[in-house]
């Protein structure tokens, strides 16, 4: 038995399944989830010491990689001034000035403690301003875990085969319509019944919890247009891709403007941490300055601030996106040759310092796609190179995430691991 067999034995008492988010078990691919002890750089140590190159970055966070000393440094000066207060603190202007400037389509924040928070927040601001009921979002798009936009909800509940969780009411679920990503032509039919309706679209720009998703030709501008031409707020969930790919969003990258953004994850710099933004105007709306309620005991607090404003500043130092994406680069093409030379059918979806290798033929364009690859041949692909010491999602249907702490040695070291273990798939 290995540390953490047995710690996982425990927690399974104690714990819901032994974890506290249910992408962390291992259920789709077998085997026991790592208990880890620590972690450093690139490279993440379960209990028994083991040693891996971290691809999962704590699902999107870890951009610096692990134990970043600026933003540990912040973190450690900011937390001995005490942990929180129930009072305002500089950070939190520091931290919106940085999002901002990133999010020319946000002119005031709200920040909250998770990406789930900020979602559910920003329907209710657009629920709000539009006097709409009805939102929209797209099959395999993950927000949070908040009622309404718990149907076909990508990632965790692909991974379990469940097409919704239980415990949400059928008024509820009737308020939501979910459309295939990456078809226009959907929306518009959808608009046109229920002229009038509609409050929101939301939808990740660049899908990560289907897998790596890319938006085909201009479905973004047309979106946009579209939602716009009904008086329909459009939401981007940046949780993801805030800050991922460059010192923005998809959002600054295609040149579309939505309604209200949502944050979180790398925000945050490993920290617990949300929020959501829009024009001062709708911004407004929010308490206490609107008749929109929305609170939070522990929102804003001063350590998730400084490890989101240290790691925001590292982030705009030049030249750290081109060499992220470039090492991912590295990374993705080396994934797709080895796949050839192996004839094995791989699509390596990327974007910027994410990547999802599916084990399909064609490109995954929606859900459905997706929903072909081959999760067997995936599970024992991850199950050989855990073992090899590479850390990766326990999922066919999640991104892997590359950060600043890997360099070209480690993707080689990768490569050298899959070139063997892809032999035997
Ligand atoms: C992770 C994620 C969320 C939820 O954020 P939490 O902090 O886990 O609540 C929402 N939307 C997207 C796109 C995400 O990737």
């Known amino acids: 038995m290995t540390r953490s067999q047995d710690l996982f034995t425990e927690a399974q008492k104690h714990l819901v399944g032994g974890v506290d988010s249910p992408v962390r078990a291992f259920k789709s691919v077998g085997g026991n989830p790592l208990f880890i002890s620590r972690a450093q750089g690139a490279h993440i140590y379960d209990a028994d010491g083991k040693k891996y190159i971290d691809y999962v970055g704590s699902y999107g966070p870890m951009i610096l990689g692990h134990v970043h000393p600026k933003v540990l440094n912040a973190v450690e ?9 129930g009072a305002s603190t500089e950070g939190e202007i520091e931290l919106a000035m940085l999002v901002k400037e990133a999010f020319p389509s946000i002119e005031m924040v ?52 469940l097409p919704a969780s239980a415990g949400v009411t059928k008024n509820t679920a009737q308020d939501t319509f979910i459309a295939p990503y990456n078809d226009i032509q959907f929306l518009k039919d959808l608009f046109e019944k229920y ?41 981007f969930d940046e949780v993801m891709t805030g800050f991922r790919k460059e010192f923005g969003g998809v959002q600054t ?36 300055l609107g008749p929109v309620y929305q609170a939070g005991t522990l929102s804003g607090n001063p350590v998730s601030m400084a490890a989101g404003i240290a790691t925001l500043n590292e982030l705009k130092e030049p030249n750290t996106y081109a060499s992220l994406n470039a ?51 995936y599970a024992k692909f991850f199950n050989l190179i855990i073992e090899s010491g590479i850390f990766a999602p ?22 050298d691991i899959f070139d063997e273990v892809m032999d035997e798939l």
Request: proline letters at 4%; one cysteine or more.
């Open 327 to 377: 090492v991912t680069t590295r990374l993705a093409e080396g994934i797709r040759k080895l796949a050839t030379a192996k004839n094995i059918p791989m699509q390596v979806a990327k974007h910027g310092s994410m990547i999802t290798p599916f084990f399909c033929d064609g490109k995954v364009t929606n859900y459905d796609l997706a929903k072909k690859a081959d999760t067997d041949r």
């Open 195 to 235: 002229n009038g309706e509609i409050a929101a679209v939301i939808i990740e720009p660049v899908v990560g919890n289907m897998g790596v998703v890319l938006p085909e030709g201009n479905y973004l501008k047309e979106l946009s247009a579209l939602t716009t031409s009904h008086g329909i707020q459009l939401i």
């Open 394 to 415: 326990p999922s066919q249907f999640e991104a892997w995430f590359v950060s600043t702490a890997h360099t070209t040695k480690h993707i080689d070291e990768t490569l």
């Open 110 to 161: 709200r920040f909250v403690n998770s990406g789930t928070e900020a979602v559910m927040s920003a329907i209710r601001l657009a629920r709000a301003y539009t006097k709409r009921d009805k939102i929209v979002k797209f099959s395999g798009c993950y927000h949070g875990h908040s009622d309404f936009l718990l149907a076909e909800a990508g990632s965790g509940l692909m991974t379990y085969g």
């Open 253 to 288: 990258l295609f040149g579309v403007t939505p309604d209200i953004t949502c944050l979180g994850k790398i925000i945050g710099g490993g920290m617990p941490v949300g929020a959501y933004g829009a024009k001062r105007e709708l911004m407004e709306m929010v308490a206490p």
């Open 77 to 85: 000066r900011t937390v001995k001034n005490g942990f929180c207060f």
